[in-house]
């Protein structure tokens, strides 16, 4: 079978948004994943940076068609959806260091964490994953309200233009707006 007929599907998101690449009956080529601008790739190989997509072409399509041409090829291996469930990354107990391991420890990434972090008690989030990505990197978090975990982007939680953040905290309505509203002053004008 060659590169160009191989067909490729993506998967659901894990806890750190890196999409398996599958083909047949569940077989993982590897997985994509975004950081900042670049697209990279994780197989059987190790990690790839595929850097920025062309214009006009998504990220995720373009690490789909390299890891289907690296497998035709016969460089990565096909790895079961299942057994990679069952090894998934797992949310910590405790707490989770200030930075994520791929972001630099400079004084510019450490004072965003802290603002990130503080931003975050506040509005009664907490990282139980990795310390902080970056603004537009997807961010693990717990709502401290209902319990909800996933993913989030730390854009996403400081309010734009002078508005407060909105009460809609995440999909599956939270503990409601109102009540969001009423205990938590970020959430109000
Ligand atoms: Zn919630």
Redesign the pocket.
């Known amino acids: 079978m060659s590169a160009t007929t191989l067909k490729t599907r993506i998967g659901e998101p894990d806890i750190e948004c890196r999409y398996p690449v599958i083909i047949g009956e569940n077989r993982v080529i590897g997985h994509a994943y975004r950081w900042h601008r670049d697209w990279l790739v994780v197989t059987s190989e190790g990690e790839h940076n595929l850097r920025r997509p062309p214009k006009g072409t998504k990220g995720i399509d373009m690490a789909a068609a390299y890891l289907a041409e690296e497998y035709a090829a016969g460089r990565v291996a096909a790895v079961a959806l299942d057994l990679l469930l069952a090894e998934a990354p797992q949310p910590l107990n405790g707490p989770v260091p200030l930075l994520h391991p791929r972001m630099p420890a400079s004084d510019r990434n450490r004072a965003g964490a802290k603002t990130a972090f503080a931003g975050l008690a506040e509005q009664r989030w907490r990282p139980v994953l990795h310390g902080f990505p970056g603004s537009d990197n997807p961010w693990y978090l717990l ?1 401290e ?4 975990s996933g993913v989030r982007y730390w854009s996403h939680h400081r309010g734009r233009n002078g508005n407060p953040p909105s009460a809609h ?2 999909d599956g309505g ?2 409601g707006e109102d009540r969001v509203r009423a205990l938590i002053p970020a959430y109000r004008k």
């Open positions: 709502c309200l209902c319990g909800w905290r995440h939270c503990i």
